[in-house]
């Protein structure tokens, strides 16, 4: 899952104010209006995410599998 909006423009402000604040300026705000990511990293990242509901998928699969021995008993 991409990043919200923010934590990046909270990153650029945070840059930019220590670059420019020795020049005298000072960054009251940054607004990113789109992320828009190279397709090979929207390509990893999804497989990342698919990899983790995986896991998750696995995991919920053998706690009921447990529950259904248990419950046979």
């Given at each position: 899952?991409?990043?919200?909006?923010?934590?990046?423009?909270?990153?650029?402000?945070?840059?930019?104010?220590?670059?420019?604040?020795?020049?005298?300026?000072?960054?009251?705000?940054?607004?990113?209006?789109?992320?828009?990511?190279d397709?090979?990293?929207?390509?990893?990242?999804?497989?990342?995410?698919?990899?983790?509901r995986?896991?998750?998928?696995a995991?919920?699969?053998?706690?009921?599998?447990?529950?259904?021995?248990?419950?046979?008993?």
């Amino acid at each position: 899952m991409l990043q919200t909006k923010d934590q990046p423009a909270n990153n650029v402000k945070e840059q930019l104010s220590r670059q420019l604040s020795s020049f005298g300026y000072a960054i009251r705000n940054c607004l990113v209006t789109d992320l828009n990511p190279d397709p090979r990293v929207k390509e990893k990242m999804n497989e990342i995410n698919a990899a983790q509901r995986l896991r998750v998928a696995a995991t919920d699969k053998a706690e009921a599998e447990e529950i259904m021995i248990h419950t046979e008993k």
